[in-house]
């Protein structure tokens, strides 16, 4: 399969502990794409990267979220001290083109992520 | 800022029957793109059409079209002949974000 992967797909976790997703996009896609979807919400974007650089982050992303695309293939999504209020689907894209416009995202399966 | 709206929250469409999922959009940009994706109740959300801002003609990928009327800024989803698996959410996108999503269950 070589679709979009993203590990692990469950994680339940206690208030202030630290949690890391990973996303190993589709070979040689240059641009991947983190978003956080709540139930009943479409995604919210988070950042993104081309190849190994971050262009982009949203305000969402508070300083207790950093994500790192080392050597421009998979990428990490790390939230630190949790808080009940980050319990949402963790959904990574990624999109071959390199064309501002024609971005087609291609999504992995999530990480449902259960803050207690 | 990119901007989509998605004003029906659920639809309701009986199988083999044509539906219309709206979408309008807001942007300052003059090159842009509009998606459509669906994503069943298993999660995963699935490509189903694009449209770019200078296409003369309007997207077409087997039973999905868009209805592209760029002086409205609306980017409407017609599904035809829709089947039962076709019941999901389905989102508009723009390079910077999605709608709010609209619902549609397909009735037998």
């Known amino acids: 399969d070589t679709g979009v992967s993203q590990n692990p797909r469950h994680k339940i976790t206690k208030r202030g502990q630290n949690v890391t997703f990973r996303c190993d996009p589709i070979?040689?896609?240059?641009?991947l794409y983190w978003y956080r979807q709540t139930l009943g919400q479409g995604p919210e974007f988070l950042t993104y990267f081309q190849n190994e650089a971050q262009l982009e982050k949203s305000r969402l992303l508070s300083d207790r979220f950093s994500a790192e695309r080392p050597k421009g293939s998979f990428s990490t999504l790390e939230i630190q001290r949790t808080e009940q209020g980050d319990s949402a689907m963790y959904l990574c894209?990624?999109?071959?083109?390199?064309?501002?416009?024609?971005?087609?995202?291609?999504f992995g399966p999530g990480t449902r992520l259960l803050v207690l | 800022a990119q901007k989509i709206t998605q004003t029906q929250p659920g639809m309701f469409v009986q199988e083999k029957e044509a539906v219309t999922l709206d979408c309008t959009y807001d942007?300052?940009?003059?090159?842009?793109?509009l998606f459509w994706y669906k994503q069943p109740s298993s999660g995963e959300m699935i490509f189903l059409i694009y449209?770019?801002?200078?296409?003369?003609q309007n997207a077409t990928e087997g039973r999905y079209s868009l209805n592209f009327q760029k002086a409205r800024k609306s980017a409407n989803l017609v599904i035809s002949a829709s089947q039962l698996g076709d019941s999901a959410m389905y989102f508009c996108a723009m390079r910077e974000g999605f709608g709010t999503g609209t619902s549609l269950t397909v009735i037998p």
């Open positions: 894209a990624s999109s071959p083109s390199f064309s501002l416009t024609q971005e087609t995202q291609y």
């Open positions: 070979s040689e896609h240059n641009r």
């Open positions: 449209q770019g801002s200078y296409d003369e």
């Open positions: 942007t300052s940009d003059q090159s842009y793109g």
